[in-house]
């Protein structure tokens, strides 16, 4: 058989087997997935692969649903990066060979498998929308199979990755809202080449990195850092809701109640700001000035990221956290390695040291933490109007109707707050909140 199949009966003829490898190329590298389109489908039932059209200049067309219907009789359907494919494919038993990847201390510098020709098409005719639908099948075929070729070592060592595979789907769909736009400030504000590889229909699309060591998704395409706007007008103006108000939800010391659950800590008042609380430990009075409380910040983040100093080390808060930073060192030392709270193996390192370790465990328990409460929030929010288009970490901001009410506002916020956590609320029609 050719490693074309280009028709629905050289397609039937093909046998499930028991695991496959597939890789989709969309339209282009350089175009978000929300637009773009899939060009072909590489699969591979590990004895050959094959090349399955769907808009190729070269080939004929299969339907999509036809080629995800043959992918989903498969048990188990190995990728790389399990959300850029959920654009093209609803995959049933999808293994992301990218956690398997970090697992086994892989950089993903050594997947690198493109073509001289790629390479050369895109140096020359990058900005075009559809070049990967003119450079040659053969070339596609290369690519893909150097890949599968690269991670066929990987199969069969899949960890549990329930929690990373449920970040992908979570942040896929934030990511899948689009965020309105003002195309002319964005251009004051912003250098970036071809606009119209991530934007469209005044809607700008952020794309979320879940391969990070810590866990932590970032959030940058073309230039743009979604997770890390300037908090100034000039760079927020642009980004507008398209509804009637951007809702941000912050949450009150984050980091410090999800410390305070993961070691069985208590504060006084959960309702009250965990930083108020601790500053009148810290300076021994009931009523702090403005300037105490911002310096109890500083004094609790320098305790959690730089050490706890001798003089708060018998606090009942920094004392158990002083055990628990001590647990996680002693195991990652004794065993070579750190299952954190997602799930993802945290590998030995020279250049780690216990307060960094720490960091990264923090980091990750809030992505675990952000998927349930995306997860929740995605469930209510079906139907309604409103949507959720960013997560900057500890923020949620919403594109807001007034069309869902004031008991969309409250259940949001029920939702959040679940659990310990308290937010804080803001209101703009802009991203700017002055």
Known sequence: MYFIIETSEQLSKLSPSDSCFIQVVSSSDRYHPRLSRCSLVYYNDGAKGYILPVNHSEGFSLEIAQIQSFINS?????LLDRKYHSYFLQIDNAIDLNFIRMDQGIEASKLECDTLVHRDFYMRMGLMPNLNEII?????????????????????????????????EAYGWVEKQGIAINEDLLDDAYTVQSKSSFIKDGLIYSYYNMYNTTGRPTNSFNGVNFVAVPKTEKF???????????IEFDFDAYHLRLIAQQIGHEFEDQDQSIHAQLGRIYFGKEELTEEEYHKSKEITFKQLYGGIEDQYKEFPFFSKLGDFIDEIWKRYKRDGSLILPTGTLLRKNPEMNKLKLFNYWVQNLETKNNVQKIERLREYMSGKTSQLVLITYDAFLFDYSIDDGKEFLIRVKQILEDRGFKVKHKHSKDYFFK
């Not at 290369?142 to 970040?167: I, P």
């Not at 642009?238 to 951007?246: E, G, L, M, N, S």
């Open 136 to 168: 040659p099948i053969t070339k596609h075929y290369e690519r893909c199979q150097c890949l599968y070729n690269k991670v066929e070592s990987l199969f069969d060592l899949e960890n549990d990755h329930s929690v990373l595979d449920r970040a992908s």
């Open 236 to 246: 927020r103006q642009c980004f507008v809701p398209r509804h009637d108000y951007f």
């Open 74 to 78: 498969h048990k188990k359907v190995y």
